[in-house]
């Protein structure tokens, strides 16, 4: 299997009349992840960082928490647990095919 070199790439992409767009994509292990509470103004954060980025989801407009937000904080915990499921099923398949080809090569 192929190992590449972690990254994290963010593209930024502006059009005339239209909102700005900013893509972040990370490609590493090195990736933190936190959660937690403004103390200083009550409110849920989550945040993935690395070296190169750094994502900050909040409630809608920073203010109280809405429907919205409770609806998007679960398609998040959806779409992690989505994503936990997935990499241990892939683990778990790789694992086994280097087991197997360090067993066939004994």
């Not at 690395?50 to 779409?79: M, Q, Y």
Request: charged share 20%.
């Amino acid at each position: 299997m192929s190992e590449s070199r972690p990254y994290t790439y963010v593209t930024l992409s502006m059009q005339p009349d239209s909102a700005p767009h900013v893509g972040v994509s990370f490609h590493t292990p090195r990736l933190k992840v936190r959660a937690g509470l403004l103390l200083s103004n009550p409110r849920p954060y989550l945040d993935f960082a690395s070296h190169e980025a750094n994502v900050h989801i909040s409630t809608t407009g920073a203010g109280p928490v809405t429907d919205a937000d409770l609806t998007l904080a679960r398609d998040i915990f959806n779409a992690a647990a989505r994503y936990l499921a997935d990499c241990e099923q892939l683990h778990a398949e790789q694992t086994a095919d280097d087991k197997d080809a360090t067993d066939t090569a004994a």
